[in-house]
């Protein structure tokens, strides 16, 4: 029996009991009624069953071609796909076959095995959704590097499209063993919404991989024009960098770039290393160059032919912890008005460990070691502080600390033994005696 009130629902709900009542009976045939797909609420709105979101699902995946009963993947346990509209599940993603692919498909229950022989079905109800606009999505997803799209570009690109003016975020995952095929390049667009993160540690390209090119690009020469770029990002908020690619095998002349009032976020242990073309004399990791900013916890960018990281006009980097090391160029390049905050670097075995020029640049904890011509030259009326530095090596011991042309800095190592601030406004032309001051 039904009372039917009418009685509104109010801040705190009805108190009625005869709404109660009501509520109770309509909530049963939610819960339990097998036949129904809606049941009208306490005030006559529809209301789907779980019967008929069941049946919704099932009608999308017949819709679809697949079957609506879906396989449970257990890892560790073997299982058989019979065939190609037979879905599985894992950790709540759906996946079918790889096709072409020869029936039944015996999957061991080892993941790392199985991935290869699967495809996500993820991006498939995500497009869905999103195309028709069913709802606006509040949610993460996972699209997958190969399975749901052939590189990180053409994710990024159609990513943007359906989420620019949506309530998401996306994780593109690069799946274990596949080697990149293509860099990203990215103009006036923002998709801080999506982080790109890999299933490896240490994520590889392909031998033909595809750069990215700023020659082709309107812009004041803020960074060398090169068709060897990475990842590009032009006025542009980047995806959360979440991955560590090595580029040794590919000759490339900047590895990650922020240019012309981008933004760009590295999480820690992750960036870009061993960037390097020897046949035009060029190789850096990561470059923040045209009033662009970048964030970064304990990034990685050792190994590189020029630079591990160059910070240029006007541009701004705030790093927490960096990996710099390396047998040449240049650790930590800043120029052109650039402000860094750098602390607790560890550059060691480059030429100049920092090198600066018309910038401001602070380094607490800093580590140099064996840095060939000096641990820090400051010229062009540059900005220097280096506080709790460390500096060890023994060649050339005169170019530890190289003030040029109306450089400055202010070195403070903890025990006072080679640079405190009273030895400052007398400072010698080439260093700062041990113990001077």
């Avoid at 015996?106 to 497009?127: I, N, P, Y």
């Avoid at 047998?327 to 560890?346: M, P, Q």
């Avoid at 190592?413 to 005696?433: D, T």
């Amino acid at each position: 029996m039904r009372y039917n009130t009418g009685n509104p629902v109010g801040s705190d709900g009805s108190s009625s009991p005869f709404d109660l009542n009501d509520n109770a009976g309509i909530i049963d045939l939610w819960a339990n009624d097998r036949s129904k797909r809606s049941v009208p609420d306490r005030l006559g709105a529809p209301r789907k069953t779980v019967f008929g979101l069941e049946q919704q699902v099932n009608d999308f995946l017949a819709n679809q071609g697949y079957e609506p009963v879906v396989l449970n993947y257990v890892d560790g346990q073997p299982l058989v796909v019979e065939r190609s509209t037979q879905l599985l599940m894992r950790e709540n993603i759906l996946y079918s076959a790889r096709l072409p692919a020869t029936f039944p498909v015996v999957l061991s229950g080892d993941w790392l095995d199985d991935q290869a022989e699967l495809v996500t079905q993820v991006d498939r109800d995500f497009k869905v959704r999103v195309n028709k606009e069913v709802i606006p999505v509040s949610e993460n997803i996972i699209v997958k590097i190969p399975s749901d799209y052939p590189d990180i570009q053409s994710a990024l690109d159609d990513l943007y499209t359906k989420g620019a003016s949506k309530e998401f975020r996306v994780d593109v995952v690069v799946e274990s063993g596949h080697r990149l095929k293509k860099g990203f390049r990215i103009i006036d667009k923002d998709l801080s919404f999506v982080t790109i993160k890999s299933v490896d540690s240490v994520v590889y390209p392909a031998a033909d991989f595809e750069h990215a090119s700023n020659s082709d690009i309107g812009l004041d020469q803020i960074v060398a024009r090169t068709s060897k770029i990475g990842f590009l990002s032009i006025r542009s908020r980047a995806p959360v960098w979440d991955i560590l690619v090595d580029m040794e095998s590919v000759p490339t002349v900047y590895g990650y770039v922020l240019n012309a009032g981008s933004y760009g976020y590295i999480r820690s242990f992750k960036g870009v290393v061993r960037t390097s073309d020897p046949s035009q004399s060029a190789g850096s990791n990561i470059i923040v160059a045209g009033n662009s900013t970048l964030d970064a916890m304990h990034a990685y960018a050792y190994d590189s032919l020029v630079s591990a990281i160059t910070v240029t006009h006007r541009s701004n980097a705030n790093i927490a912890e960096l990996v710099a090391t390396g047998t040449t160029g240049i650790g930590i390049d800043v120029s052109r008005g650039s402000t860094v905050y750098a602390n607790l670097s560890n550059v060691s075995g480059r030429e100049y460990g920092i090198d600066a020029r018309r910038c401001f640049l602070a380094a607490q904890g800093a580590i140099f070691s064996g840095c060939t011509s000096a641990a820090i030259r400051a010229s062009l009326d540059a900005k220097v502080v280096a506080v709790d530095a460390v500096i060890t090596g023994s060649t050339p011991a005169f170019n530890f600390i190289m003030p040029e042309g109306g450089g400055r800095y202010f070195c403070n190592k903890r025990n006072g033994k080679w640079c405190s601030p009273k030895c400052f406004p007398r400072l010698p032309s080439r260093r700062c005696e041990q113990g001077h001051g």
